[in-house]
């Protein structure tokens, strides 16, 4: 398991152009090679999260397409378990978690918040971490309140959660960022419902090639106004899918900082045996 944690642009580049880099790329361009014309295939390695050998599965939903047309799956949502149904990008957050809840165990009750409640993510943490309190939510509404459930599921809003302040011990938000219209209010909501010694595990995309965001719209008001074409993501309560606002660049380590965040950093990982290929990364953050 290699894990580096990245805080410039340019510690990035010196990593991923360094030559004992480019095996990696080498072993996922051979994998792709080698099921170029299947629907799926398989690679088998070991589940952290299950703790045994399994198949995880791959296919070509999200691929991107190389140079040469050689087509890469989207490994960061595929390399799916069988067994507890969580991609690469969900069982490398999982382990995070984990970790940060064992960090707390023995300051009272360890109070984890997720910002989702109808994912497998969701289900393995609520069903593992019996000692702890864990609380999920959706957005499901513009006119919703937050901790209503109208439809039995707790609703919240990033920008303005309704929790109390230091509230958590650990903050999870997986791909929720980049979908509102002013992340910066959502990390300082964050930092203010994590209790002092808290750790945010935070998944957003980030464009590795920007030092800053770029944003793509804006709401004002009721209305929302598009900067540039609109790109949306699948999400479960929306068929029409959800709007990307923001697409963020290495100054959303400055953001959360500012936000009240302590030492963000990306952490850029990657384990064969894990299952966990192509360039992806968290980001990883505490509360003195």
Not at 4 to 19: G, I
Not at 103 to 128: H, T
Not at 181 to 200: H, I, K, S, T
Request: aromatic share 8%; net charge negative; hydrophobic share 40%.
């Amino acid at each position: 398991m290699e894990a580096h944690r990245l805080r410039s642009r340019d510690e990035f580049l010196a990593l991923v152009n360094d030559p004992a880099f480019a095996p990696r790329w080498s072993l996922e361009r051979h994998l792709a090679e080698l099921h170029q014309y299947e629907t799926r295939f398989v690679v088998a390695g070991v589940c952290a999260v299950c703790r045994r050998g399994v198949d995880f599965a791959v296919d070509f939903a999200g691929a991107w397409e190389a140079g040469d047309g050689l087509r890469i799956p989207n490994w960061r949502e595929s390399m799916r378990c069988p067994r507890c149904e969580l991609s690469g990008r969900q069982r490398r957050v999982s382990e995070l978690v984990e970790a940060a809840v064992a960090d707390r165990r023995g300051r009272a009750p360890v109070a984890l918040y997720l910002m989702e409640a109808l994912s497998p993510l969701y289900r393995s943490l609520s069903r593992r971490l019996l000692d702890a309190s864990v609380v999920g939510s959706e957005y499901l509404a513009d006119d919703a309140a937050g901790g209503a459930r109208p439809r039995s599921v707790r609703h919240e809003d990033a920008e303005r959660l309704s929790f109390a302040d230091a509230s958590f011990d650990v903050v999870v938000s997986c791909d929720v960022f980049e979908h509102v219209n002013d992340p910066r209010r959502a990390f300082a909501e964050v930092a203010r419902v994590l209790r002092a010694g808290g750790r945010a595990v935070l998944t957003f995309p980030v464009d590795l090639d920007l030092e800053r965001h770029r944003r793509r719209a804006e709401r004002v008001g009721a209305e929302v106004r598009h900067l540039l074409p609109p790109i949306r993501h699948g999400n479960p309560l929306s068929p029409e899918g959800a709007l990307v606002y923001t697409d963020f660049g290495w100054d959303v380590l400055g953001d959360l900082r500012d936000a009240g965040l302590d030492d963000p950093v990306l952490e850029l990982y990657w384990s064969y045996e894990r299952g966990y290929l192509g360039l992806q990364f968290c980001v990883l953050a505490g509360k003195a």
